[in-house]
């Protein structure tokens, strides 16, 4: 039975962003499950398995539906047991925990405020002013006064990665020899702004560049089958 995954886009239906959409179409794949994948706008996400989540993404798998990136992981590995798995044990499940917490007070912020009007300009009509509204009363200013200061933060950013750059000298993956759900939670933020923005988070050579790239590779290559933004 195929599962079908409510994933974020903008007006190109092809393009989907979301980090978290992204953390849970590599743990899909991880597992190696069949996906159907739907493209869902921003203001198509409340009508999603009848108002299942204020977020995307959700899963329905049967008759069970199930919301959040983390949920979602936590499920499938669950209801699979068989196939590879996401956490490798309790202990893995608190370190994607702590890795989670770690990338949503560290990436995301930084590259929210590098990709925001870039994220506006994948919207239609409707989603962008949505898009804006929403987001400029969350900053408190417009969209590109918060842009305006990404070249600013950009070393400071670099530098607060440097726990999992040290990490991957000892290990080729978060999860170790292996990719584990902790891996596609970064992988997931830093997807996000490779697909939102042509603008370099990472330098060339950075050891974490590196580990992106091999996760773009993972399962196919499905991390490649949406093209950097240009």
């Known amino acids: 039975m195929t599962i079908l995954l409510y994933d974020l886009v903008g007006h190109d239906a092809a393009r989907p962003f979301s980090p978290h959409c992204w953390k849970t179409k590599m743990a899909l794949a991880h597992k190696g499950l069949a996906v159907t994948k739907v493209p869902t706008r921003f203001l198509e996400v409340p009508k999603v398995e009848s108002g299942a989540s204020k977020t995307v993404p959700v899963i329905r798998d049967g008759e069970r539906v199930v919301a959040d990136s983390f949920a979602i992981a936590l499920y499938l590995d669950e209801a ?7 956490f490798a044990g309790e202990g893995g499940k608190a370190l994607a925990r702590f890795i989670e917490r770690w990338s949503q007070f560290t990436i995301h912020p930084y590259v929210a405020t590098v990709a925001l009007t870039d994220l506006h300009d994948m919207q239609d009509e409707p989603n962008a002013a949505y898009f804006r509204e929403s ?55 830093l997807q996000w702004g490779r697909i939102a923005s042509p603008f370099q988070l990472l330098e060339d050579g950075d050891s974490i560049a590196h580990w992106f790239e091999r996760c773009l590779d993972l399962h196919g290559g499905i991390g490649r089958q949406v093209a950097a933004a240009a």
């Open 80 to 86: 699979y047991p068989d196939r590879p798995t996401l």
């Open 135 to 189: 987001r400029e009363q969350r900053y408190g200013k417009r969209l590109e006064e918060v842009v305006a200061n990404r070249d600013a933060g950009l070393a400071a950013f670099r530098a607060a990665l440097e726990p999992l750059r040290s990490t991957l000298t000892y290990q080729p993956f978060i999860g170790g020899e292996e990719p584990l759900f902790a891996d596609y939670i970064v992988f997931g933020a």
